[in-house]
């Protein structure tokens, strides 16, 4: 499928590479990107659509990809993920629209679910630190009285950290008794917690797993579909 492609198709995919991983760098070091970045990278995208042979046609792909914006942009004034995740997918739609280098079916919202996926990793890995320190005897619920349906899904959403770090407070106190706190907050509202010895569920960089998304689109497909029409 790879030698089908064309200069303007190998040339988006190489550019949202290099977006993609040099954003997700950033993102992990600082936690932080300028909307320039996006702005930059998005407009020497659409700049290559004048090296291909179908400008009319490519043009009209971009702006059915781009059907992406809206729902992106409701889930980062949602809360649910940072304004920089939404604006990497806006741009990825621009650059490189529903690219994919083997024969799979996909569709403007393939990296995004593709990355939804992706978000289980960090669950797995909360759970599998609290059961190594439940085995190591320690007590990691100490001073909490909670229900063990709660306990739970502490553990699926975060760990105690002795010494916090990009993360978010996932505990109160209230009237003098530690709970815990799992409701939803805003992605780029609340501070990072620096109290130590406290629950937290980690700041994942999003864009770690829209990278992980876009790579999957490009090499596999779309999970969430395969999935559904291999039942």
Known sequence: MIEELTTYEITGIGIALVMLVVGSIIDVWKREIHD????????????TIFISSDIFSNLLMIGFALIVAPFVILLWRLGLFGG???????????????????????????????????????????????????IKGENIFEGFEETSTKKIAAMLLGYKA??????????????????????????????????????????????????????????????LISGFLGM
């Open 36 to 47: 320039y970045f996006w702005i930059g990278f998005g407009s020497i995208g659409f700049l």
């Open 84 to 134: 920089a995740d939404a604006f990497a997918l806006i741009a990825l739609a621009v650059i490189a629209p529903m690219a994919t280098i083997n024969d799979s079916f996909v569709t403007p919202f393939t990296t995004l679910s593709n990355a939804a996926i992706l978000f289980i990793i960090p669950f797995c890995i909360n759970l599998i630190r609290n059961l190594i320190a439940k």
């Open 162 to 223: 002795k010494n916090p770090k990009f993360g978010f407070s996932i505990e109160k106190t209230v009237q003098g008794k530690k709970k815990l706190d799992l409701a939803l907050h805003h992605a780029e509202n609340q501070e990072f917690c620096t109290e130590p010895n406290t629950w937290i569920t980690p700041g994942v960089p999003y864009l770690l797993l829209i990278t992980g998304g876009f790579v999957i689109q490009l090499f596999f497909g779309d999970i």
